[in-house]
């Protein structure tokens, strides 16, 4: 199918920045959207950022303004600039990709999730 490897997580100061990478690869056929999500200790999974194919762009309200997420489609790679970090943005951050694969002769729809990187922000 369609795996994802993300990069770029670590360790930042409160008001640092990060900028996360995550690359698809497979036999992709297209790629409709990408996006990252998080996930804190002892908390459900959250919507951080999406990019559609069409460049439509959806955030978080608790990061508009801060995070900007943008797509390389020539590289089929996504990534998310994370600017003024508080360390309530610290949590196991996850991208996600959906769209079309080649399988046999022709194409399924694929939804892949990546394995996970961790941001922490220290205060």
């Known amino acids: 199918q369609v795996q994802l490897v993300e990069s770029g997580g670590g360790l930042v100061q409160a008001g640092g920045s990060l900028r996360l990478s995550c690359a698809a690869s497979g036999r992709i056929f297209s790629i409709t959207a990408m996006g990252w999500y998080r996930q804190a200790p002892g908390k459900q999974r959250e919507l951080v950022a999406t990019?559609?194919?069409?460049?439509?762009?959806n955030y978080a309200d608790s990061v508009k303004g801060r995070f900007t997420i943008s797509r390389d489609n020539a590289k089929n790679t996504v990534y998310l600039q994370m600017n003024s970090l508080k360390p309530e943005d610290t949590a196991v951050y996850y991208c996600?990709?959906?769209?079309?694969?080649?399988?046999?002769?022709?194409?399924?729809?694929?939804?892949?999730w990546g394995q996970g990187t961790q941001v922490t922000v220290s205060s």
């Open positions: 990019s559609t194919s069409g460049r439509s762009t």
């Open positions: 996600n990709a959906g769209g079309k694969y080649y399988r046999g002769y022709g194409t399924a729809d694929f939804d892949s």
